[in-house]
């Protein structure tokens, strides 16, 4: 690494550093305190579709507030909040359920099962619904960001709609480096899977806003006990819809854990990660190919599919290269 590539990481290891985690926080909290005084004077609109958002929980109490707080500052009036403890063993659901009153929130509680049980169980404890959400319970939403992905998806008709997200490690906020290629394009409104082969490169959830019609009939479900679990559910989404929008504004922080507990995936060894992720990749090439079977999909989403495995999946396990250039391969 040159003298100036060793200096700039320097910079940002410095700026990532807890205590900037915590400035961060603190202006995202002014944030979200004058959204909220604001929407406490202003008329809500009136008939907007419900948009239900799930949240699972597991030992976030550092994280909940500011979680709930940017769901409660948001310029869209009409959600519904569906909580999924997951046998939480701290005061995660006790600061919860201080939001009791100031938004449409219910909290279940369920046995220790993971992310993926968690988002299942709110799943199935929703009633009625326009539209899905799904949110992890350290990460926040951009102020305005219901009311953009519900305006984009009311006015083309889509499936669902995926927007850009924010990559927060203490003070360094950046744009996805690995999904840039999905929004460069700009926002891109009632596209399909075989038109944008590069939508690949995302397959996180809660980035998303679903239709609740067509995320029901589709029967997705996350997979139990597996790390990146979005992978193969989120491909069947893109498969299985007519058209889907993208929206090229930021959605999401997500949140890079910097101080305390990591995130499951972060304290995970690198062996099982690995070994979940390839498992996980293989189920999206399968998906691929049955899809380029039936037209949904073409040769350009194998190609797409094989660049972001040597372009991103390699360079997170670069002692992985045989296995992930395997995977690469596609038929002529």
Same mark, same amino acid.
């Given at each position: 690494?040159?003298?100036?590539?060793?200096?700039?990481?320097?910079?940002?290891?410095?700026?990532?550093?807890?205590?900037?985690?915590?400035?961060?926080?603190?202006?995202?909290?002014?944030?979200?305190?004058?959204?909220?005084?604001?929407?406490?004077?202003?008329?809500?609109?009136?008939?907007?579709?419900?948009?239900?958002?799930?949240?699972?929980?597991?030992?976030?109490?550092?994280?909940?507030?500011?979680?709930?707080?940017?769901?409660?500052?948001?310029?869209?009036?009409?959600?519904?909040?569906?909580?999924?403890?997951?046998?939480?063993?701290?005061?995660?659901?006790?600061?919860?359920?201080?939001?009791?009153?100031?938004?449409?929130?219910?909290?279940?509680?369920?046995?220790?099962?993971?992310?993926?049980? !968690?988002?299942?169980?709110?799943?199935?404890?929703?009633?009625?619904? +326009?539209?899905?959400?799904?949110?992890?319970? +350290?990460?926040?939403?951009?102020?305005?960001?219901?009311?953009?992905?519900?305006?984009?998806?009311?006015?083309?008709?889509?499936?669902?709609?995926?927007?850009?997200?924010?990559?927060?490690?203490?003070?360094?906020? #950046?744009?996805?480096?690995?999904?840039?290629?999905?929004?460069?394009?700009?926002?891109?409104?009632?596209?399909?899977?075989? *038109?944008?082969?590069?939508?690949?490169?995302?397959?996180? !959830?809660?980035?998303? @806003?679903?239709?609740?019609?067509?995320?029901?009939?589709?029967?997705?479900?996350?997979?139990?006990?597996?790390?990146?679990?979005?992978?193969?559910?989120?491909?069947? &989404? @893109?498969?299985? &819809? *007519?058209?889907?929008?993208?929206?090229?504004?930021?959605?999401?922080?997500?949140?890079?854990?910097?101080?305390?507990?990591?995130?499951?995936?972060?304290?995970?060894?690198?062996?099982?990660?690995?070994?979940?992720?390839?498992?996980?990749?293989?189920?999206?090439?399968?998906?691929?190919? &049955?899809?380029? &079977? #039936?037209?949904?999909?073409?040769?350009?989403?194998? *190609?797409?599919?094989?660049?972001? #495995?040597?372009?991103?999946?390699?360079?997170?396990?670069?002692?992985?290269?045989?296995?992930?250039?395997?995977?690469?391969?596609?038929?002529?």
């Amino acid at each position: 690494m040159s003298v100036v590539g060793r200096v700039l990481r320097a910079g940002y290891d410095f700026l990532s550093l807890p205590f900037f985690a915590r400035v961060s926080d603190f202006w995202l909290n002014l944030e979200f305190d004058w959204k909220i005084f604001w929407n406490a004077v202003r008329v809500p609109a009136a008939n907007q579709p419900l948009v239900t958002i799930v949240i699972p929980v597991y030992n976030v109490e550092r994280y909940i507030n500011l979680c709930l707080k940017s769901i409660q500052a948001q310029s869209y009036s009409n959600i519904q909040v569906v909580l999924v403890d997951d046998g939480s063993t701290d005061h995660s659901i006790k600061i919860a359920r201080k939001f009791e009153n100031q938004l449409n929130l219910e909290i279940f509680r369920q046995e220790n099962a993971g992310i993926s049980a !968690a988002r299942n169980a709110g799943v199935r404890a929703i009633r009625q619904t +326009d539209y899905l959400m799904f949110l992890d319970s +350290d990460d926040t939403l951009f102020p305005g960001a219901i009311r953009r992905l519900v305006t984009q998806v009311e006015k083309s008709g889509s499936d669902f709609v995926i927007g850009d997200t924010v990559r927060t490690k203490g003070v360094v906020w #950046v744009k996805r480096i690995d999904t840039r290629q999905v929004f460069k394009q700009g926002t891109r409104p009632g596209v399909t899977f075989a *038109e944008h082969p590069e939508v690949i490169r995302d397959l996180t !959830a809660w980035n998303r @806003l679903f239709r609740w019609s067509f995320y029901h009939d589709a029967g997705i479900e996350f997979p139990v006990g597996r790390f990146f679990e979005d992978f193969a559910p989120m491909t069947k &989404a @893109l498969i299985a &819809a *007519e058209k889907f929008d993208i929206l090229a504004k930021p959605i999401v922080h997500w949140r890079i854990r910097t101080e305390g507990d990591r995130s499951i995936t972060q304290q995970s060894a690198d062996e099982v990660k690995f070994q979940h992720r390839l498992e996980q990749l293989k189920q999206v090439k399968s998906s691929i190919v &049955a899809a380029v &079977a #039936v037209k949904r999909a073409n040769h350009k989403n194998l *190609e797409a599919f094989a660049d972001r #495995v040597l372009s991103h999946d390699l360079r997170l396990h670069p002692d992985k290269a045989s296995e992930l250039a395997e995977l690469a391969k596609i038929d002529a």
